[in-house]
DNA sequence: CTGTTAGCGCATTCAA
DNA sequence: TTGAATGCGCTAACAG
C-alpha cells in the first residue's frame, strides 16, 4: 500500500479543471487566470505536488544533474574540491553525482558509463593516474555533453580545464630550497602519466638550472603514488653514497609518508634533509615538523570548474570555448625547511 | 545538432521489426526468436544504444539511485563511509546521489528535498549537529521510501542504524586514562543533540563511578564542534585552579586541536596533560605526540547501513526490521597517553 | 514467436 | 483563458 504521490490529475480532478490547465499554472506560463493559478497552487503546495522530473527528463532530454568522478576520497584535496563544485551546482538548481575511480582506468571507464546512462547535463572529471586513453570521456563531447577537467586534466582534449600552475608553483618551492642552502634535491615524482607530474617535474628542473645546480637523474624518481612505496624511495636515497640534503615530493600525502620514514631513520628535518610537500592537506600543519608546502585554492577550483561547465550547458555547443583557468598558489613555509 | 541517441525505434525500424520485439530481445524475454535476438543486440551494440532511464523509471517509479546525505566532508570519517557505501551500492547496482548538509539543519531539510525530488530508492544518512527534528525525514517514510542511520542516528525513528557502541568505547577509553593513573579527567563533548554525543558522556561518567572518582561537572564542557573554540575550552580548563590531568575529546579534530593548544600553552603531553580522541582520523598517526583514540570501522559502517538499505528496498514495506547494527571498536593506544 | 495498443506524468501544440 | 490531443521512450497486457 504505497501512498500515491500527488500528479497533476489529482490536482485538476479536485478542482474541475483540465491538466494542461494546471501544468500551466504550476509552470508559471502568463495565460492563466489569476484566480485559477491561486487555486492550482494552493492545492499543489497542500497536497505536497512535485513535478515528476522523469515525465520532465523525458520530454526535455535534461536532468538538471552533473556528474562528477574524482580518483579517490582518501586526501583531504578531492572532499574539498567536491564541496566547491557542490555549492556552485547548487546555487544553479542542479544535483550532483559523484563516484570516485580509486585511481583506476577501469573504474573511471565505468563510472563514466554510469555517467552516460544518467544522462547527465555535464561532467566534472579529474583523472585518474592510470587514464591514458579518453575514449571514454570523447563519447561524452560526441553526445554534446560538455566535460570540464579540473587539477588532473587531459592536454589532448580541447575543452575547459581548471588548474593551478604547477610548474610555477614547483619551481617556487625548489628555487626555495636552493635559497635555503640546499644543494642536493631530490624529487619523489608522479606517475608520467599525469600532467600535473610532469608540469612539477619540469619547474623542479627549470629552478635547478637557473641556479646552476646539476640535475642528478639518480635523485628524481617517479612512482605511481602507493604511499607505502615511500619507505623504499626514501631509505634507497638517504642510504646512497651521496645523499640530498632536501626533498620535494609530488604531493603532501607523500611528503608526510617521508618525514615518517625519515624521523625514523634517525635524521633530523630539516637540517640533515628539508622536505617540501604540494597541496597543504588537513595533516600538514599538524605533522612534526610542519610541513612546507604549496597550498592550492582546493574548493575554489571546484567552484570554477562547475561554473565552467554550467555556462557550457547554458551555451549552445558552438559557442564553446576551451578555457583554461590557472588558479593562484602560495608557498606556505613551515618547519620541515625552516627552523622558526 | 545534437547527435540523436539511439532508440528501440531506431533499431526497430533497421531490423523491420516491431517496438515490442526489440524491447523484449533487449530485456532477455523469452519469447524471443534466438536469431532475431541476436541481430537485435548485435545491432544495439553497433549503435551503441542505452536504455533511456527515464522512461523506465516513469513506468517503474524507481531509479536505482541511492540518497546520501553526510554533515561533512572535512574530517576522514565520512568520505570513508561514502566509499563503503558507494562500493556496495554499485555491487547492486544502484548509483548514489550524495550531499553533505553542512551541519546545518536546513541545508539538511534542502538536501532531503532533493534526494525526494529525485525519487531515490532509499536514503542513508548521518544526522547534521543541528537536527532535532524529523519531519523531513519521516516524509520519506510516509512515501514508502526506506532510510538507514549511520553514525549519528534519530533514536526515536524505528528504522534500521549502524553504529559503534559508543557508550561502551567512551567507557574504555576514560578507563584506560584512570588506569594510567589520571584522577581529573576533563571531556570535551559534543552537542547534546546528538546521541553520540549523550552515550560517550555516558561511557565517560560509569566509568568515572566505577573506579570512584568523583565526577567534577566543571570538567565537563559540551561544545558544538566549531573547532576554533576548542582553544577557549582548554585554556579555561587548564588555567583553572586545579587543572585537569587528562581529556577526552569527543572526537579526533577536536582532541588534535587540544594537543595544539597544549603544546602552546608549554604542557608536557602526556605527563601533565593526557589527551585522547574519538575515530581514528589520518592525521591523529602523525601528531606529535600521536593520539590514542578510538577507532570505528567507518568504511564497514558505509558498507553495512547501504546493505541494510538495499535488503529494505528489495523486500516488502511489511518487512521492514529497525535492526540495529553495532560494529565493533578498538582503542588505539599511541603516545598522547603513554609514551613509547 | 511477433505485432498492436495503452499508458507512465508531463509540456506543448492546436482548437475552441 | 481553457480544453483536447499528441508524443517523449519504454514496458506490459492483449491479440494474433
Redesign the pocket.
Known sequence: MKSH?T???DIAHKL??????V??A??G?????????KAVLALAEEMD????I???S????KTKTIGLIVPDFHTSFFPHAIIGAQEAASKAGYNVLISQSNESYETEVANAKVMLNNRVDGLLISLSKETRNFDHLKTFQKRGIPIVFFNRVCEEMMVPKVVVDDYDAAFKAVEHLILIGKKRIAHLAGPDSLAISRKRLNGYRDALIKHNIDIDEDLIISYDLTLSKVRIYVKHLLDSINPPDALFAINDPTAIEAIQVIKQMGKRIPEDIAVVGFSDNYASNFIEPSLTTVSQPVKEMGEVAMNLLLDQIDNDISKWKPLIKVLNTELIVRNSTVKS
Chains 1, 2 share one sequence.
Open positions: 504521490q500528479t497533476i490529475i474541475n479543471l483540465s491538466k494542461s490547465t501544468s500551466r504550476l509552470t506560463h502568463p495565460n492563466v487566470k489569476e484566480e485559477t493559478r505536488y512535485q513535478r515528476n522523469f515525465s520532465i523525458l520530454i526535455t532530454n
